[in-house]
């Protein structure tokens, strides 16, 4: 019995150890921790009880009354047992739950972080590649724009050629139909 009371007293301080934030009314540890008081309370009471007739040493009677008060105690104490291991099974699912909920987050954000990553690594490229088309369109049009150039140089060039030897030839043409008009003068006077 020594060793029940301080076992007990040290379940009761668990409990309430326990529970940081104040118990709420949805507790069941509150209604089994005021029935034990009131079953430790029974239970003083009838431990203190002595009858005369035995020189102030407790009845069987009385005996028998201390030792149901400990037995009510002590499914007292295995019912507030069950309660905590329940809350802490209540607590540690939630805990779980939560940690769990925590790990898909953290696993979402890592995906979509990667996935963000690589759609940015993914647009750099394409933008590096425009880049790069942009610039061998430049260079391909200053080529055509230089080939173009060229072409008509060569062309004006080529008319300008004809155009010449055009006007030799028309040069050439009248000088020969003028001197072919001073010839038969010339073979008439003759």
Do not use: W
Request: glycine share 2%; proline share 5%.
């Amino acid at each position: 019995m020594k060793r029940l009371l301080p076992f007990l007293f040290l379940v009761h301080c668990a409990a309430f150890a326990q529970t940081p934030t104040p118990p709420t009314p949805a507790d069941p540890l509150t209604p089994l921790i005021k029935e034990r008081e009131l079953m430790v309370k029974q239970y003083e009471e009838a431990n203190a009880q002595r009858n005369s007739l035995f020189g102030n040493k407790p009845s069987k009677k009385d005996l028998e009354e201390v030792v149901d008060a400990l037995k009510g105690i002590i499914r007292k104490d295995t019912e507030i047992v069950r309660a905590v291991q329940a809350a802490t099974l209540r607590r540690t699912a939630d805990v779980l739950a939560e940690n769990q909920q925590v790990k898909q987050e953290a696993t979402v954000a890592r995906t979509d972080q990667t996935s963000t990553r690589q759609r940015f690594y993914d647009l750099e490229n394409q933008i590096s590649n425009l880049q790069l088309r942009d610039k061998q369109r430049q260079k391909k049009m200053i080529e055509l724009q230089a080939a173009a150039e060229e072409a008509i140089e060569a062309r004006t060039s080529r008319d300008m050629l004809a155009a010449g030897l055009a006007a030799l030839s028309l040069g050439l043409l009248v000088y020969v139909m003028k001197l072919r008009g001073q010839k038969p003068a010339a073979r008439r006077r003759k």
